[in-house]
Structures are given as C-alpha cells and as structure tokens.
C-alpha cells in the first residue's frame, strides 16, 4: 500500500542547517515532492525529484533520495524565520495522470 | 496570489446536505487538483482532472463528485454531509498533467454541524 512518513516536528535555531526526513513505501513512484504550507496558506512546492535521481540542490534546499531505503530529506541550508511553515513530503505516481500521497507533515519551528 | 481562485471562501452547513464548492484554475492552466485537509486525515488528493477529462484519482469517496467544465472552471460536490467531512478543500491547476508544478488556492473551509 502507499504510506509516506515523516517526523511531525523539528525546531532548529536561526542560521542552522535543518534537516526534514521523509520515507515512502511505492517504490513504483515516478516523482517525488517537497511543498511547504505557512499559516493559513496553501500549499507551495518547494521542489521535486525524479525517482531516478540521487539528489538535487536548489539555492538553499537540497534534496537527497535513497531509493533502496525509500528514504527522502530535505535540507534547507541557513534557516531563517520565514522557513517556519509545515513542509510535506509526497510522491506520485503515473504519467498520464498524477495520483499523489502525502505525509502528515513536519511543523519546522525556526527559533532566534 | 496563486492566481487560483476559490469560491466560497468558508461554507457552514448541516449534516446531510450537499455542497458545491468552486475553482478557477490560472489562466492557461488546463489541470486541476482537488484536495482535502483535516486534522484526522492530513492532507488527501482527491481528484485530478485535465482539459475536462479526469485523469488520476485519490481517496475521494462515493458521496463526492466533481467535474471541469469547458471554460476550465472546476466544482466539486460533497453530498450527505457527514461531520467527518469539515475540512479545508483546496484546489491547485498546472499548466500540464505531468510533473508541472500546481498552483493552490486559498482553500474553502466547510464546517458540517
């Protein structure tokens, strides 16, 4: 069955590297995403990767997968404040339509 | 701003009714995603559909419906309202079906009494 996990919170001072860990179960999934949601906001992809990918760096984030451990992280380096949100993992899979599956989400309390 | 528009933007109603809740993708965006949010079930995909057609779908249940209409607009429907349904519904469109990234609107709250 589908099943995306993650740890539901992670505090990290100011400036820190955080580091927000993801593990999914359909090893058939053909893209993978990290979206961020601030307070009464919907939701905003941050990045994705491709299942065939070992990694991906974009400015400050970078995305690290493991395939045979179905293990994804998001790292986001020099945390500032405004990082503060709730960030999702979710995969997807199929190409003529996209059915997705998320995690339940870790709140990232960035702290002065 | 998305460019996502979703109307209305919270709905109160009572158990047993049915709802119509709307969304106009960004202009040039030919998908739209529907979502739901609550505290029990996290966020769910619901529905996908593309240029009128459906194309993917999630943990939508029987009691909901939704359809695109050829001006792109959207609607999803939620009948026999259980108190279980009170979440945020939110829409998202792309640009394509695939790997696109979706643009989210600002959600309908729904508080079923």
């Known amino acids: 069955g589908e099943d995306v996990e993650q740890s539901l919170f992670l505090s990290v001072r100011e400036g820190d590297s955080s580091v927000i860990n993801c593990t999914y179960t359909?090893?058939?999934?053909?893209?993978l995403y990290w979206y961020k949601q601030e307070p009464g906001a919907g939701l905003q992809l941050l990045t994705y990767?491709?299942?065939?990918?070992d990694m991906k760096q974009d400015q400050r984030l970078t995305v690290l997968l493991n395939k045979k451990d179905k293990h994804l992280s998001l790292r986001i380096a020099d945390t500032q404040t405004g990082d503060s949100a709730i960030y999702f993992c979710?995969?997807?899979?199929?190409?003529?339509?996209?059915?997705?599956?998320f995690g339940p989400g870790t709140r990232l309390s960035v702290l002065p | 701003d998305s460019g996502v528009t979703q109307t209305p933007k919270h709905l109160i109603t009572a158990t047993g009714q049915r709802v119509t809740l709307r969304c106009s993708p960004r202009?040039?965006?030919?998908?739209v995603y529907w979502y739901q949010q609550s505290l029990d079930q996290g966020l769910q995909f619901l529905i996908q559909y593309y240029n009128g057609e459906e194309r993917a779908k999630g943990n939508i249940l029987e009691r909901f419906s939704a359809q695109q209409f050829p001006d792109l607009h959207s609607e999803l429907n939620l009948s026999s309202l259980e108190l279980g349904d009170s979440a945020l519904y939110f829409c998202a469109s792309s640009p394509g079906t695939g790997k696109d990234e979706q643009y989210f609107g600002p959600g309908t709250r729904l508080t079923v009494t």
């Open positions: 359909d090893s058939s999934s053909t893209y």
């Open positions: 202009s040039g965006d030919l998908s």
């Open positions: 990767i491709f299942s065939n990918m």
């Open positions: 979710a995969e997807s899979m199929g190409n003529y339509g996209q059915n997705f599956v």
